[in-house]
């Protein structure tokens, strides 16, 4: 993938990934339910490996950290991801560097080796059973 | 490689590439050597309208990006729930110019 497109959809999506929260923790904020974009849990009811990140999220804004792993832990990667990339790839912009696109092709690299690949999956599958097991109230 | 072998893999593989670069990639053939030809004949490419409904089946996942060799972004889209829905929809637009992007990359890397 080259620079340019890169930085458009990182801008791009963590820009709506932060207009996305701040709609969802108005909207919590007054006890409604966020519209709901999980197109798996529309279709099969069951949640998603990411479903209850924003839940997760809004939870952290909160300071309620305990309730935002109960949520789902992968709220702590998306807060990260959501509130640090679209300003690092602005600053790489504003100082003509391309220290995200660099970081970005050594992850790459890195997630091609087959055991880190498998590490990572294999985490956010433990977790999908472990959230599948708390839907069906096995615990 | 000769003018025929060329053209007829143009022919036989066009689907693959973005249309723009056709031209560049015959001239590259053209002057590659004949003992590659089996090894270009042999490589393997990915399918664009294939990978269009692998994203419309499993783009929430990321399953398109993995396939098609992006897993930065593939684990990026897993964890992020397809981007909260925004990026599976934005990646039914690009996953295809995204895998005839790959597939020039490949054959590049062969025809050096």
Redesign the interface.
């Known amino acids: 993938?080259t620079r340019k497109n890169l930085y458009f959809?990182a801008l791009?999506?963590g820009l709506?990934?932060q207009l996305?929260i701040v709609y969802s923790y108005k909207k919590l904020e007054k006890q409604e339910e966020a519209f709901n974009?999980?197109?798996?849990n529309r279709l099969t009811g069951l949640p998603?490996?990411?479903?209850g990140?924003?839940h997760s999220i809004v939870s952290i804004i909160h300071g309620n950290f305990r309730q935002a792993l109960t949520d789902n832990p992968?709220g702590y990667?998306?807060i990260l991801?959501v509130s640090i990339i679209p300003y690092w790839v602005l600053a790489d912009l504003a100082f003509g560097k391309e220290s995200f696109y660099r970081f970005?092709l050594l992850?790459?690299r890195m997630?091609?080796r087959r055991w880190v690949?498998a590490s990572?999956?294999s985490i956010?599958f433990l977790l999908w059973i472990v959230k599948l097991l708390h839907f069906f109230h096995c615990f | 490689m000769d003018a025929q072998k060329a053209d007829m893999f143009i022919m036989t593989h066009a689907k693959f590439f973005e249309p723009h670069l056709i031209p560049a990639i015959r001239e590259k053939l053209l002057q590659t050597d004949e003992s590659k030809w089996m090894t270009i004949q042999s490589l393997t490419y990915r399918e664009p309208v294939l990978m269009l409904i692998i994203s419309i089946l499993g783009g929430?996942?990321g399953i398109d990006r993995f396939i098609i060799?992006?897993?930065?972004?593939?684990?990026?889209k897993?964890?992020?729930?397809?981007?909260?829905?925004?990026?599976?929809i934005?990646d039914w637009f690009l996953i295809m110019e995204?895998t005839r992007?790959v597939n020039f990359e490949k054959l590049r890397m062969l025809l050096g």
């Open positions: 993938m959809l791009f999506l709506a990934g996305w974009t999980c197109i798996f998603c490996p990411s479903c990140t924003i992968l990667i998306g991801i970005f992850a790459d997630l091609k690949l990572v999956l956010v | 929430h996942f060799g992006d897993m930065g972004l593939g684990v990026a897993l964890l992020t729930c397809g981007g909260l829905g925004i990026w599976t934005v995204r992007e």
